[in-house]
């Protein structure tokens, strides 16, 4: 209703309407509210005397390039699911898993299956956006699916079958978890067996496809969220803050408390702590994101 309103507006309001219309005013009716501007309003702000009318000309003219490079973006993003809805496969799915790196607490997978031509305009992969980004977009993900499944793999079963193993198994419980199921599923770098449908995995599909770019944030928001939950039950590790990856603040109280049951056996810093054999130590160099960005 706002878009269609906002155009009636344009379409009311003359060029020399702008001329007349006081700096602050331009500034709130097509900066803060984004409204449309009548036909070659943008050259008559251009060209206006008044040096705030040209400012808030190339406000706007910024915006419009960076909604056409979003948009450039998101077509991009959908060049593997595009093919798959003209040809008339209109259940495309795309899964993500997160928490593979973290010293404690499950890893979690998400399936997503969007409808044919969605474009969510942010979408990218989760490490490549802030926290606040992805629980903006997050219910907007949601509420644009057509069906979105949750899956997890516990640290029981990461300490017994491998974590590599572990995140399949959540991706695989994330597939099934949801009605309809994906005709055809991209996925990020990997092939889940037991599957009856297509697969194509793609190597970092997550900053490649909209669909694995919107699993992987849905899945990192629900992990974030479990994590901050998980924190009230085991306290003084600082769970809600760094998500179970091993910063030098988990380190600290890993050391001060031991380990809790959130935190996993098989690895190293665990292992080292609790005087096991470390079996899965090979994915314990510092990590050289942010805590909470690496997978």
Sequence with gaps: MRVAGTRLYA????????????????????????RDLPS??????????????????????????????????????????????EQGITLVGGCDEVGMAPLAGPVIAAAVILRPGTR????????????????????????????????????????????????????????????????????????????SMPQQPIIKGDAKSITIGAASIVAKVHRDRLMSQLDAEYPGYGFADHKGYPTPDHLDALERLGACALHRRSFAPVAKKLGLIPEQQELFAMPKTRAGEAR
């Design 11 to 34: 379409a009311r309001v003359r060029l020399e309407d702008l001329r007349r219309t006081p700096v602050p005013e331009l500034h709130r009716l097509y900066v803060e509210e984004a």
């Design 120 to 195: 969510i305009t942010g979408v990218n992969d989760s490490k490549q956006l802030t926290p606040e980004e992805r629980d903006e977009l997050e219910p907007r993900i949601r509420a644009e699916a057509v069906a979105v499944g949750i899956g997890r793999a516990e640290v029981s079963e990461i300490d017994t079958i491998n974590i590599y193993r572990a995140g399949l198994l959540a991706l695989k419980r994330a597939v099934r978890s949801r009605s309809p199921q994906p005709q055809h599923l991209l996925i990020d770098a990997r092939k889940l067996d037991g599957l």
């Design 40 to 85: 070659g309003g943008l050259s008559a702000l251009k060209a206006d005397p008044r040096a705030g009318a040209r400012a808030i000309a190339e406000k706007i003219e910024r915006r419009n390039h960076k909604a056409q490079a979003e948009g450039r973006r998101l077509t991009r993003l959908c060049l593997f699911e595009l093919p798959l809805w």
